[in-house]
C-alpha cells in the first residue's frame, strides 16, 4: 500500500517509520501543497495531459480537502509519510482514478521544493510586516520621551551624554538593514522548481512558465538539478533570522540592564513582567530575557542547516527532508521576538527624574571639553584627561571646577569652557550629521514618521 | 491568581504569556517533578517543617496526579506557566491548604534544575541502553561475516584491504569511548541542587542530604548559587550527543556509500528501505541518510544552549528555560539515531560475490610488497610505486607480474615475492596488534564478544 | 606614552597586552586605514579644522608611511596597540605636530568600522571574481563534454541518465545566486560610518558627505550609535561565505565520491593529486577533500561572530574587536577554496568510456518508461515498478525485456515501448524546460556561455 | 621529489601547494614528532627491524634537529608539506641512508594522530594549572573580602543578599568540575595509535606496547581502523574548553556590569583597565570584555571541528587535517582567557562603602520575612509581597515599617520580626548546607583554601 510499493515485498520496521515520518511537521504546507497541486492540474489540462473533467474533480477535491484540514477534519495519517501523500491519497480516496493522474510529470522532490519556496514568501512577508509593527514601536517610544538625555555608553562604561531618541532610532536603523535582507532573500528565492520532477526533468509536454506564473513566482527555475538539490534559499533565511535575532538579542540586554535596580532607567509595566514564586519584591523583565536566549535558537537552527547541506552530493538526499523542523522554529521564534519586543516597547517607561539624577556621573562631558580647547587634539584629549583625573580626586563634576582651577591644569582654558561643559551643553554641542544633536536627531524622527507612516497625532 | 501575584496589579498580554509559557515542553518533566516534591515534602516533615498527615495528604495528592497525567487525564493549564505551578496548583485543587507549605524552603530554581538532571540521568541510562545495542549489533554482523575481505579506504581511495570485521569493530570502539563520555558525564551531573531555593539557600532547617539521598543523588551541590546558575551539565550532555551524532554520521556514510549500485557492497532489506514516488526501480537507503542528516540537528541544540548561556551573569536568568528543547530534542534524536542504525545494521546483508569480484582494483596489496622488500622504507615504497605505475600501463594486478619483469623493476625481488601480494596473502601478513590480520581481529572480536555478553550460539 | 595615558598611573600587565593586542592581524587594514585618515584630513581642511599646510604634510606623511609598509620596511609595535595608533605614531615620528590634529572629530570606534567595511568591500570584489573563474571553469568542463551521459543520483541511488553539462551548470547556477548574495551584502554595507565619533558624532563642523564620497560611500550612515555598534555586515558576510562554502563543501564530495575505484568516472591530473608517504599506489583527490573539509572552517568563522555579537548592549564593547580574525580567515579560506576548485575543474577529464560501460546498470529508464505508458501514473509507476522487478530477477536491463514478457507483466505495452528503454532513448525523451534533454541543456550552455563572456573557440 | 612520487609524474600546482600545505601550523608539533619517532626508532631497533647503530644515529640526529628547531636554526620547507617530512627529510640530509628506515612500520596517518593526542595531553596539564591558578586568585579575592554583603541577582533583578564570597566561590565551583572534564578528556585519550600506520596495522614484527610505554600512554589503541580515523578526542576537548569559556563568559559578563558606574561595585586596578582614545575619563575593564568576546571563538573553533567531521566515512580523509589549527587556536584562546581573568582578579577591589550604600534598595529581605511568617509559604508569599507593595508606595525598606503597619497587612506579624527585616539580618538567618549564611561560606572557604593548599597567612 505504499506509494512506491511495485518491486518492494516487505514494509519498514516501526521504528523506521516513526523515525522517517515526516507528516507530523510538514503538514504545516497543506495550503502550500495543494495551491501547488491546483496549478499544476490546471497546467496538465491546458496542455492535454488530463482532460477538463479530471482537472475540474481534481479542483474541486483539493478544495474540499483544505476546507477539512482547516476545519480540523481532515485525518493525516503517519503511514502516509508526508504531507504529499497524504493530500494526494485523500484526494483519491474521494476522487477515485483522475487522482491517480495528479502526479503525473512530478516528483516529491520537485513538489516538497515548490511547497516549502511558497511557504518561504510568505514567511517572509509575515516576519516583515512585524519589523515594521517593531520599528513603529520604537518611533513612538522616542516621540514619547522628546528631550531625555540619557548616558551613552562603550564598554558598558559612561562614554557621552545622547538623546534616548537617538539611541532608539539606532535600532531602528538596525531593523530597516534586516528588513532589505528579507526582501532580497524573498527576490532570490522566489523562482519555480516545479515541473523538474525528480532531477531530470519530463519527456511530457508540460509548461513550467504556466505554473510559475500561477504561482506567482518571477520564472521558472532553470536546470532542474539544482531545483531539486539546493536549499541555499532556506540557509538565506535562516541567516537573516540570524542576523535579526542577535539584533534583537543586544536590544533585550540592553534593557534588562537599564531595568534593573542598579540603571533604574527603565520601568516595564506589570503586563510585560513576572514576578517570583519565592521572592516576593521581584519583578522581572521576562519577556526580554526570553528575547534575547531565544536569539540561540535561531543561531542553533542556521547552524543545523549548515551541518545538514555540508558534504552531500547533487541532488535529492533524504537527509534534506531535516530542512523543515528548523526552518518553522526559526520563523516562529523570529516572528515571537518581534512581537513580545514590540509589546514590551509599548508598555514601558523611561524614569526621567532618576535617568536625570544619575547623568552628572562618569563625565559624560569630557569629550566635549576636549572638543573645545582649540588644540591639537593629541594635546587637547591629555589637557581633558588631566581634568577628569583632577575632578576624580576631588570627587566633582567638571562644571564644578573654577577657571583658576582648571588654569592651573593648562592655561588653555577660558571664561567660555563654561558652555561646553555639563550634559545639556554637551548634547548641545553636537551637530555633525547622524549625530546626537537634538537638531539632528529630530530630523531622523521625521524621516521615520514619514517612511513607516506613523500618524502623530495619535500617539 | 498567578503564584507571583502579591505586587502585580495587571496580567501580562496574551503574546507574552504565549512567548513565555513552557508548559507545552516542560511537562516532561512531570516525573521527576513530582519524586522531587514527594523527597523534599517527606524531608519537611522529618525535620518538623510540616505535620505527618501534611506530608501524607502532599505524597497521596502527588501520587494521584502523576496517575492521572499517565492516564492522560490530567489537565495541562497554560495560564499555570510551567509543569511545577500545574502539579502545585492541581495539588492544592485536591487536597487544600497543606499544598501551600510543600514550597517552603524551596523555590522554582531549584526545582527546575532537580528536575533536569534527575530527567538527564535518566537520559543517559536510556542512551547506553541503546549504544550497547548498536554496539552488540555491529558485533553481530561481525560474527556473520567471517573472513570477508574488504578495501580499506583512505581519501575514499582504495588503500589495503582489510577484514568487514575490522571494519566494523572500529565503530563498535567508537561508540564504546562515547559511552564512557555518557558514564563521566553522569557522574558530575549527580548532585542534588534541591534546598540552594532562589539562590541563597534558606533559614529554615532543612536536611539537604536527607532530600539528595532519597533522590539517588551522591551528594548535595556545595553551592547554591552555582546550583541554581550553571547549565554545564547540560552543555556536557549535548557535547556527548553531539560527539556520538558525528560518529553514526561517519557510518551513515559509509553505508549510504556502500548501497549505491557503484559499490554495491551493502544491500538493505525492504524493511529499512524505501522507494521513490516517481522512479519506480529506485530502492533507497533512507533510514541512514536520516542518521546522517539528523546528527545536524545534535549539533545545532548543542550550538543553540553554547550560544544562551554565553554572558549570562550569575543566578537565575530568564533566558534558561531555553535549555529544555533543545535538550529533549537532542536526546529524542539520538537516541532514534542509535535505534535506527541497530536496526538497519540488523537488516542488512553484504554482497560477498561482487566484493570479491571488486577486490583485485586499487593494488591494495602494494603496501605488503613495499613491506616485503628488505630495503629502507623509503626505497622499497619508491620500487613499490613504479612497480603499480607498471602494472596501471599493463592494465594488470601486481600478482600478474613475472618475475623478470619485478626484477627488471629491481633486483630486488626475488621468488618468494608472490606470497605477498595479492588481497589474501596481504592480509595474512598483518600481525601487529590492533591490526587486521585474521587472527588480531578474531582475538579482537572475541573481547567484544565477552565484553558484550554476546550469546554466540543464537546469532 | 599610551594614548588614553592622561588619568592613568599604570601600565596593563603583559599578560593583559599580549591578550588584547589587535596588531598581529589588524595591520591587514592598514591601506585602508590610510585610505580613511587621507579622506578624513581633507575634509578636515576644507573645512578649515586643520591648514592646507598641515594636510599637505598628513597626506604626504601617510603615502610615505604606506610605501615603507608594502616595501616591508615599517616597524609594527605591539605596544602601539592597533593599526590605527602605529599609523599615527609613525606620522607622529615622522611629521610631528600636524599629526597630532588628524585625530580630530573621529575615534578610533568609528575609524575601525570604516576600515572594516572599506575592506569588505574590496573582499566582496575578489571573491566575486573568484566566483565567475569557477563559473567558466565549470562551463569550459562542460563544452568539454559534450553529449557525454552520466548517471543522475538521488539518495546517491541512480535514479535517472543526465547529461554531464546539465550536472555542471546546476553548479553554474547555484553560483550565480552566490554572487548575488555577495553584490546584495556589498550594496547593504556600502555606507559611511566615519564622523560618528565615539559613537555621538561631534560637535564640530565636520562634513560627513564630503568623506563618504571621497572613500566611495553611497552615503554616510544616518545613525552615530548605529554606525559604531553594528557588525551585521560581517554576520551578513560571513553569512554568504558559508553558503558559497557549503555549494563547494557539496561539489568536493561529488568528485571525491567520482574519482573514487568504484565510481571511476573522473580521473584528476598529476598537478592537482597527491600520494600517500606509504601506500604507493594511492592517488588521492585532496584538492576537493580540503575544499570540502574547509567548509568547516567558514562555517565555525560565521558562529564565532554570532556568538560574539550576542548579547552586546550598544554601542561599541571591546569583544567587537574579535571580528576581524574571522572574517579575515573566512575570505581567505573561501578565496582558497574557489581558486583551488577552479584549478581542479581544469585539471580533470571523465572516464568516458567507463561511464558508458557503467550506464545500465541502475535502470535509469524506469520513469521514462513509466512516462510512456499512457495510463494514469500511479498506475504507470506500479507497472514499471514490475517490469524492474522482473528485470532484477533476471539479471538484465528493461531494454532486454521481450514485448512477450512486457505484454505478461501488463498488456497495455506496444511495439513503440522500445523507443522509450534504454539509456540514449531516455534522455532524448526529455523535453521540459529546464530538463536533461539535449536541446534544452544546449541552450542553457549557450545562455552561460554569453553571459560569462566564454571564447569558445580558444577552449 | 615528493614523498610519493613513484607514480607522479608532475607537481601539483602552486595554488594547490598553498592551499594544501599545512607547516605553517603543524610544525607546532614538532616535540610530539620527534618524542614519537625516537620511540619509533628504538622499538625498531629491540625488534631487529633496524640496526642498533641506525637506531643511534636516527636518535642523534633527531635530538640535534630538536636542538635546530628550538635554537630557530632550522629552515622549515612548505615543499616538504608538514612537519613529519620535514623532519624525516632534514634527518635524510644530515644522516642519509639510516633515515629511510624510519619510516617503517608507520604510516603520517598514525604518526599525526599519535603527535596529536601527545600534544593534548601536554595542553590539557597546561589548562589544568592555569584552571587551578584562576581558582586561587578567587579564593584569595574571597579571603580578602570577608564579610562584605552584595546583592544576589537573578533576572538582574536583585532577589536576595549574599556574601561576596558565597558568589566568588560558585566560580570556583564550576572551574572545578571543568578541571574534571578535561581530566576525563585526557584519561579518554591517552593511548597509542602508532603503529595502526596507514589503517590496517602492519606484517612486520613491531611492539606496539613497546612505544605506547614509552610514550606515556596507558596502552596502544584497540583497533587501527579507529586509531587513524576518529578525532573525537579532539572533538571532547573542544567542547571542555567551550564549556570552560561559557563558564568565563559569564564571569566576565559579570565584572563588566560590576564595573560600570551604575553598578560601581568593582575597581580595577589602571593595570587591567584601558582607556579610550577620545573620551579622557574612561576607564573599561577591557580584559573581561575580551574574555567574554573570546569565549565565542572558543564556541566556533568546536563547530568547526564538527562541520569537519560530519559525514566523513572510514578512515583518513584530507579533511582531517584542518583539525590542528582550531584545536590549536582554541587552547590557545582558553589559556589566555584564564591567565587573564586570573590577572584581572587579582587587581580588582570591591568598593565596599558603595556596596553597603547601595543594599537597601531591591527589598533583598523579602524572602526571609517571607521565610519569617509561620504560616503555608504561598500564603507567607502573599503577605510578603504586599508588604513590598506597601514599601514601594511609600517609598521606604522592610525594616521602616512599624509593627501597626505590619499588622494592618496582616496580623500575623509580631515584635520579632525586626530579627528577620534588613539585609545584616537576613544574610544571618541563613543556614541551610551550600547557603550563605556566614558559617556555610567560612567552611567552603576553608575547604577551598585546604583542597587548593592556599597559604592563608600570605595573602
Redesign the interface.
Known sequence: N????????????D??E???ESISFDKALYKQDIMGSKAHATMLAEKGLITISDRDRILDGLDDIKRRIEAGEFVWRTDREDV??NIEAAL?DMIG??A??????????DQVVTDLRLWCRDAIDDILTHLKRLQVALVNLALKNEGLIV????????????LLQ??L???V??LE??A??FA?CKD?LNFCPL????????????D??MTSEALGFIA???????????R?FV??FL?AN??TA??L??L???W??W??????FLIP???????????????????M??V??????V????????????????????????DK??LFDSCKTIK??L??TT?FAQ?ISFNHERIKR?LP????D??????YLGV????S?????????FC?SKNCQLSDLSLSELMRIDPVFEEDVYEFVGVDNSVK?????????SE?VSE?LM?WVSKLGINTESC
Not at 543561531?299 to 531535516?322: F, H, I, M, S
Not at 569630557?366 to 572638543?371: E, F, K, P, Q, Y
Not at 584629549?381 to 583625573?389: K, P, Y
Open positions: 505504499k506509494l512506491w510499493g511495485g518491486r518492494f515485498e516487505e514494509s519498514v520496521t521504528a523506521v516513526r523515525f522517517s504529499h501523500m483519491t482514478e483522475p491517480k493522474k495528479l502526479h503525473t510529470a512530478r516528483s516529491r522532490n548616558p551613552g555608553y562603550t564598554h558598558l562604561q559612561r562614554a557621552q551624554p545622547v537617538h539611541l532610532l539606532s535600532y536603523e538596525q538593514r534586516d532589505g535582507r532580497d532570490r515541473g523538474a520532477c525528480a532531477l531530470a526533468g519530463t519527456g511530457l509536454p508540460i513550467r512558465f521558472p527555475l532553470r536546470n532542474s538539478i539544482d531545483a531539486v538539490s539546493d541555499d540557509l538565506e541567516s540570524s542576523i542577535i539584533h538579542s543586544r533585550g540586554e540592553e534588562v540592564l531595568a534593573s535596580e542598579e540603571f533604574g509595566n506589570d503586563s510585560v513582567s513576572t514576578g517570583s514564586s519565592i521572592m516576593p519584591q521581584k519583578k522581572n523583565p521576562d519577556p530575557e526570553l534575547r536566549g531565544k536569539s540561540a535558537r543561531v542553533g537552527d542556521l547552524v543545523t542547516l549548515l551541518v545538514l547541506c555540508k558534504g552531500l552530493p547533487q541532488a535529492y538526499n533524504r537527509d534534506l527532508q531535516e523542523e528548523p515571537g521576538m512581537e513580545v509589546e508598555n544619575a556621573a562618569g563625565h559624560l569630557a569629550t566635549t571639553l576636549a572638543d591639537p587634539f593629541r594635546t584629549h591629555d589637557i581633558a584627561g588631566r581634568s577628569v583625573a576624580l554641542k553636537f551637530c555633525s550629521y547622524g549625530s546626537t544633536g539632528c531622523q524621516f
